[in-house]
């Protein structure tokens, strides 16, 4: 069964650097997204991406992040300096459309801690 | 702001019994709806969507939505020991190119032998 695929699973970084997550969407996906869940939290969306340009994103995504699809297959999140607050778990999600009743599914996420 | 509720639980249910998931949402324009089961630890996990007012059967999930009162739920029939997990509610907007999902809190669910 096709799956959305995230790597790393687990990434430390400290306060200041930079971070990049990488994900690889099914295949026949054409709308991606980004979502995050602080430790204990609610999911929280961050950014959606479709026809190579981001389509709509949240207050929390800020100058600070950027997304990338540099290929058919990957696409990216980057955190430029990262913070302590920036410490969650970062989910990639893809849909084949969004026409109602169509979900999106998530990849395995990646746990990113700042230290 | 586009707010969606859960009571967070947990909701203890015997094995067997009829697990009963409430979900409520406040913006009217909301048009799609989807509950996600999440393992501690894991990725949301999409088990069901509804779109249009009344029931949704699958297998032993059965979603339900009411528009006019803003109110989504999922029975899970004949409960598991397995299917001890938080359970996510999520509604799509799907207005003026907004795709994202906005999700609740979940509610925790745990079946017990």
């Known amino acids: 069964e096709p799956e959305v695929t995230q790597t790393p699973s687990h990434q430390v970084t400290q306060m200041g650097q930079e971070v990049i997550l990488r994900c690889v969407p099914i295949?026949?996906?054409?709308?991606f997204y980004w979502y995050r869940q602080i430790l204990g939290q609610k999911v929280e969306f961050l950014v959606s991406?479709?026809?190579?340009?981001?389509?709509?994103k949240s207050e929390i995504f800020d100058d600070q992040f950027s997304v990338e699809r540099p290929d058919g297959s990957n696409f990216t999140l980057k955190i430029r300096s990262t913070k302590l607050e920036d410490s969650a778990m970062y989910f990639c999600?893809?849909?084949?459309?969004?026409?109602?009743?169509?979900?999106?599914?998530f990849g395995q996420g990646t746990r990113l801690t700042v230290v | 702001q586009k707010e969606v509720e859960q009571n967070s639980g947990p909701l203890s249910v015997p094995e067997g019994a009829i697990a009963s998931l409430n979900c409520t949402y406040s913006?009217?324009?909301?048009?799609?709806f989807f509950w996600y089961r999440q393992y501690s630890g894991k990725s949301p996990e999409l088990i069901m969507s509804?779109?249009?007012?009344g029931d949704k059967e699958d297998g032993r999930f059965t979603a339900q939505l009411n528009k006019a009162s803003q109110y989504v739920s999922l029975l899970i029939r004949d409960s598991q020991p397995s299917d001890s997990a938080t359970y996510l509610c999520?509604?799509?907007?799907?207005?003026?190119?907004?795709?994202?999902?906005?999700f609740g809190k979940g509610t925790k669910l745990s079946v017990i032998p």
């Open positions: 295949s026949n996906h054409l709308y």
């Open positions: 991406f479709y026809n190579n340009e981001i389509s709509e």
């Open positions: 913006d009217r324009g909301s048009q799609s």
């Open positions: 999600a893809s849909s084949e459309a969004v026409g109602q009743g169509l979900g999106a599914f």
């Open positions: 509804i779109y249009s007012n």
């Open positions: 999520a509604v799509r907007y799907s207005g003026a190119g907004s795709y994202q999902l906005t």
